[in-house]
């Protein structure tokens, strides 16, 4: 992608790159100040990413299961993670430069469906972030945003042309998720594998469990698909199906009711495909079991009301508490979230409040009858769990449909 560049540069860069070490080296030695070494090293990682983008890539894959958050860390209330973001920052300004210079990102990659649709949802959360009500918080949202989408999609689309560079993308970030997996694993145990544990103990590599769930659910599918592969050997197969144990255990113990409920969708419509159903055939059944939820609603609704069971330990009646829309505070606060999200949608259905700022600004708009015991007024925690009615608070109508 780069090289093509680099190619064209005849400087001798191991030679500068040795020198400028050494000097700095001696300059850090009679001022003692270690830190200025740090300079040769972070040029060292900017001259590697401009010639091996390739492999800066590959490498930011295989540490995001490794990446920290500096919350969890308690250093301050920035939701950084390192080294990851540092370094797709800095990947985003270096493919920014050679696509300006060299137009390192092939024609058909810019224009395809789904970059234009990328350059209208970054286009308009630009403009979001300047009608916002609070337009820093909206512009690091937007930062934010760019530098994953600049380089991972890109940079990953350029990268993937070649088709087997999407498999070393999948293992290089299945492999170390699993060592985060085993290591998860165990410290549940040490903790008899309780409910309340499971909240916390992937720290500081993943938040909580839900976004570790989402991971391990995630990789499910693909790991089934590597073991059901044709001309697949014998040991990679084994090593396969012991992974996707792995990961189905793990994903019970997360007691994460999202992950469950995805990986059967996913078995679901992966029967569809399999089946060879017609589109016809499928948008039939799809209008006919809309027709009958339709005419069955207020029966449904009392049936989803009567229903007590609360999230628990138990697989199954963990499952069962998704439909409880009565006594699980979970649910119910979801409900308080959505709520929030519509009655600011109705004050700025255009532009929104701007990106980012839902968790700072939906506590006014709850209404008491929706309050739940883990509801709070402070804006301190959660956002509108969902991933369509969070952007409509935020970036109105024309964000959501972006």
Known sequence: MIERLSNEMKIHWPEVGS??????TMLAF?????????????????????????????????????????????RGDIAFYLPTEPLLFGFMLLIILAQLCCQIIPRS?????????????????????????????SLKYLVSRAWYIIPIYFAGATIFLQQKNIKRFLLLYLVPFLAIVIYTTFRHASYGFEEDAAHWVMEPFYRDHTQYGAVVAFFIPIVFGFITRTHQTIEARM????????????MIYTYSRAALLSVLVAFIFWLIVKSRATLSLIFGIGLIMAILVLFSFDDLLM????????SSENLVENVESITNISTDASNLERLNRWNSAFEMTREKPLVGFGPGTYMFQYAPYQKSKDLTIISTNFGDVGNAHSEYLGPLAETGIPGLLT
């Open 109 to 137: 990659v810019i224009r395809h469906p789904v970059s234009i649709a990328f350059f209208i949802y970054l286009g308009w959360l630009f403009i979001t972030s300047l009608t916002s009500v609070q337009p820093i918080v």
């Open 239 to 250: 090593l396969g199906i012991l992974a996707l144990m792995l990961l189905f255990v793990t």
């Open 30 to 74: 009679f001022r003692q100040q270690w830190e200025i070494v740090m300079i040769p090293i972070i040029i060292a990682i900017g001259l590697f990413a401009f010639f091996k983008p390739k492999y800066l890539f590959f490498a930011i894959v295989f540490m995001t299961p490794f990446s920290i958050n500096l919350e969890e860390l308690g």
């Open 19 to 24: 020198a400028l070490f050494l000097v700095l």
């Open 303 to 310: 049936q989803l009301q009567k229903n007590r069971i609360d």
